[in-house]
């Protein structure tokens, strides 16, 4: 069984348009991410959900809106997409949610914005 | 300049051969994560330290907190060690702030 899975894997779709990326993990952890990795392979944290509790929201803009409708699940919506959201969208799960806990990560959305 | 930091960006070895990956931080920490990414684009979490040396297989990692670095070493690489690695740090509750990556490749 996939520890974090996300779906899609792959998602293209033209400029304006609003999408959903879906994680869901089935380790029990109480805590959640959702990373961006950029063109560069650079990372960066944009939300961190512990227990459907919003704890980390990294200046990201306000077209992007996470949603945790319970703790095994943070979801990702879009609205208006631009060309720049293009990237890799991981999904990460940690037991409680510090910096001194091994992360699971899955295995990343591809969303290209054409 | 980032908070954290690792050399070299691209490493190119022959198979056999000992690599040391290296990463500087700037500020403080809970912990030090190592992760790998192989070139599919899945993300594993390799090692995660606070203090000393931790070792899994060919993989070492040391970390010296008052000088704020850490080295990955792998011994008698393999072409299948090809990836990138990446350092981050955990700094408080929850969040992770990550290197550029290394990019290592391996040749047979």
């Known amino acids: 069984d996939t520890a974090v899975s996300q779906t899609p894997k792959y998602l293209v779709t033209q400029m304006g348009n609003d999408k959903s990326i879906k994680c869901e993990q089935n380790?029990?952890?109480?805590?959640m991410y959702w990373y961006k990795q950029d063109s560069k392979k650079f990372l960066k944290i944009m939300f961190s959900y512990n227990n459907k509790e919003l704890i980390i929201n990294e200046t990201v803009p306000n077209r992007f809106s996470p949603k945790s409708p319970d703790k095994a699940h943070l979801n990702l919506h879009i609205n208006s997409l631009e060309l720049g959201d293009s990237a890799v969208y991981f999904c990460?799960?940690?037991?409680?949610?510090?910096?001194?806990?091994?992360?699971?990560f899955g295995p990343g959305t591809r969303l290209l914005v054409l | 300049k980032n908070e954290v930091e690792q050399s070299p960006q691209n490493l190119t070895a022959q198979e056999g051969e000992f690599i040391t990956i290296n990463c500087s931080y700037s500020?403080?920490?809970?912990?030090l994560h190592w992760l790998q990414q192989h070139p599919g684009g899945g993300i594993v979490s390799l090692f995660m330290?606070?203090?000393g040396k931790k070792k899994h297989g060919r993989l070492i990692a040391t970390i010296n907190i008052q000088e704020k670095h850490s080295s990955l070493h792998i011994t008698a690489s393999h072409p299948r060690d090809s990836a990138v690695y990446i350092c981050?740090?955990?700094?408080?509750?929850?969040?992770?702030?990550f290197g550029q990556g290394t990019r290592l490749t391996i040749n047979p």
């Open positions: 990460a799960s940690s037991q409680r949610g510090s910096g001194g806990e091994t992360q699971y």
């Open positions: 981050a740090v955990g700094q408080g509750a929850q969040k992770l702030v």
């Open positions: 380790l029990g952890h109480d805590t």
């Open positions: 330290l606070s203090s």
């Open positions: 500020v403080g920490i809970s912990a």
